[in-house]
């Protein structure tokens, strides 16, 4: 293990700049750092790291042999976990992060039964709108709507995530139920600002073969689902959300939908984790869970549709 050893510390000091901060990480001394690297150095003959009272650089060897050892001790590791965790039941922090409202109102229950199931994981979720970076960020995964524009990335379907329009009767009995998407300019719309085109509204025919896109107004803006549908329910206009959101308000008639006809092709829920020789147990048996959670038709879309 010596070898490795140094190895690790080459890596680590690369990575942080110093040997201090290399020291840091590895919870040993400045001085120890020093060794283990002159040490890695000695035994392949070469100079890897060219040092001055002010900076470190690496050489054109020591630039090479970073690279590929990189590499393989991130290759060590995983089959070292991979090995590990077969022999025992999934443990350690799982970092996750998934958009607000879905989070809050399907995630955390499964979460919840998931969290009783595998009892030595510890769970750390993060609910936010914004498109987390998983590697720079250190997150395990994640649940998006609509695949991941990232490539690099893995992404399993969960389920299909419909997108739907609704309104209140009262609002409906005074301004008419709209027929067609083309309807929706005589109508106050409540735009929904986490849509990347919230003014641009889309539909396919009753065919299901063409795209159709319609330009709304309204003078009611949220950037959040749940509160354009309590703008919908108190009769203020006709609201565009998931249905993950609308379908409590659908089962209750609370609101109804509209434009079935003429819904969009429904986005896609996902797990998405980022790739790995040999992919964490924690993140595995997560994955799975999910899978199997949402499985068929989501529980959202039941009662009402």
């Known amino acids: 293990m010596d070898r490795l050893e140094c ?19 590895l919870g ?15 035994s392949l003959g070469v100079q890897l790291i ?12 020591g630039r090479a042999y970073y690279e590929r050892v990189k590499s393989l001790l991130e290759e060590f590791d995983a089959l070292d976990a991979s090995v590990r965790n077969a022999s025992r039941a999934p443990s350690g922090r799982l970092r996750i992060t998934a958009p ?11 979460l919840n ?30 649940v998006r709507i609509g695949r991941p524009d990232d490539s690099s990335l893995i992404a399993r379907k969960l389920c299909a995530a419909r997108i739907v329009l609704v309104a209140a009767s009262s609002y409906l009995d005074q301004r008419g139920v709209p027929v ?13 600002t986490n849509f990347r085109d919230p003014l641009t509204w889309r539909f396919r025919d009753k ?37 993950f959101v609308a379908g409590a308000r659908l089962r209750l008639q609370a609101v109804r939908p509209l434009l079935s006809d003429f819904e969009d092709e429904p986005r896609g829920l996902y797990a998405v984790y980022p790739p790995a020789r040999h992919l964490a147990l924690k993140v595995r048996v997560l994955v799975d869970f999910l899978a199997d959670a949402f499985r068929g038709q989501p529980v959202w879309d039941k009662g009402w549709d």
């Open 207 to 243: 065919a299901g073969s063409q795209p159709l896109v319609t330009e709304v107004r309204g003078r009611i803006e949220f950037s959040n689902a749940e509160a354009c549908v309590a703008a919908a329910e108190a009769g203020l206009g006709i609201a565009r959300v998931p249905s």
């Open 7 to 25: 190895d690790r510390m080459f890596v680590a000091v690369i990575d942080t700049g110093s040997f201090a901060g290399a020291a840091a990480r």
């Open 50 to 61: 060219m040092r001055t009272t002010r900076a470190l650089s690496l050489s054109e060897a």
């Open 113 to 142: 039964q998931f969290a009783m199931a595998f009892p030595d994981i510890n769970l750390d979720v993060s609910f936010s709108d914004r498109t987390v970076n998983l590697v720079d960020e250190g997150f395990d995964a994640a």
């Open 180 to 192: 067609t998407p083309a309807d929706l300019a005589a109508h106050d719309c409540i735009i929904d």
């Open 28 to 42: 040993t001394s400045s001085g120890q750092a020093s060794k283990l690297v002159s040490r890695l150095e000695a």
């Open 100 to 110: 607000i409202t879905f989070g809050t109102t399907q995630l955390t229950p499964v």
